[in-house]
Each structure stands twice: as structure tokens, then as C-alpha cells.
């Protein structure tokens, strides 16, 4: 069992920057592949980034490559996800999920964390 609880989230100017993170419980950390999902009002859960469990791979949404960037301290049982030139079409509830590979499907994660709001005012 995994608990995720992210954090990080909040209001910010188009153009700035944030820093999500995922903090988990349990010592099966390292074993997991993490995910960020984000979801606006009226739209599907997306794919946002994810990594593997050694953090030597990531992956990226094409509308967020070059401006987001995925990283994870197996130490610290904890997945950041840095966001820059932010636009206000990122406004969503952002997740982060634990699975067993890194995939771009929401199927693929077994555990899920609460959601934290970004909101990018233009």
C-alpha cells in the first residue's frame, strides 16, 4: 500500500514557474514508477509526465515538453514535478500516481494522491 499526498500547488502569473511534489508513505517507494495526471474543470484526467523508479527515464505530454520537468529522491519517498512558463491553459487539479511502469494511462497506476490546484492567470 502507497499513500501519495502532493503538494505545491497555488496561483501564479503566466509565464512563472511552480514546483509540485508527491511525498508516499511506505518503504516499496523505490519500487514504483510515478506519474503526474492533471484534470481541468469539464475534461479528462491527462497524462502529464512520469518517471521510472530508478529516475533514469521520463517521459513527457507533448504540451508540456521543454517547460516541465519530472524528478524523483528515492531518499526522500518523493516526486517533483517542475513547471516553468507556465500558461494558463495548465490550470487543472494535478495528481500523482504510483505504478509499476511508467505509462501515459491512467490504468496503469494503482495508487493516487488527493490533487493539488494550479491556477495560471494571464
Known amino acids: 500500500q502507497v499513500q501519495l499526498v502532493e503538494s505545491g500547488g497555488g496561483l501564479v502569473q503566466a509565464g512563472g514557474s511552480l514546483r509540485l511534489s508527491c511525498a508516499a508513505s511506505?518503504?516499496?517507494?523505490?519500487?514504483?514508477?510515478m506519474g503526474w495526471f492533471r484534470q481541468a474543470p469539464g475534461k479528462e484526467r491527462e497524462f502529464v509526465a512520469a518517471?521510472?523508479?530508478?529516475?533514469?527515464?521520463?517521459y513527457y505530454a507533448d504540451s508540456v515538453k521543454g517547460r516541465f520537468t519530472i524528478s524523483r529522491d528515492n531518499a526522500k519517498n518523493t516526486v517533483y514535478l517542475q513547471m516553468n512558463s507556465l500558461k494558463p491553459e495548465d490550470t487543472a487539479v494535478y495528481y500523482c500516481?504510483?505504478?509499476?511502469?511508467?505509462?501515459?494511462?491512467?490504468?496503469?497506476?494503482?495508487?493516487w494522491g488527493q490533487g493539488t490546484q494550479v491556477t495560471v492567470s494571464s
Open positions: 511506505g518503504r516499496t517507494f523505490n519500487t514504483y514508477a
Open positions: 518517471i521510472s523508479w530508478s529516475g533514469r527515464s521520463t
Open positions: 500516481a504510483a505504478g509499476r511502469t511508467p505509462a501515459t494511462m491512467r490504468i496503469a497506476y494503482d495508487y
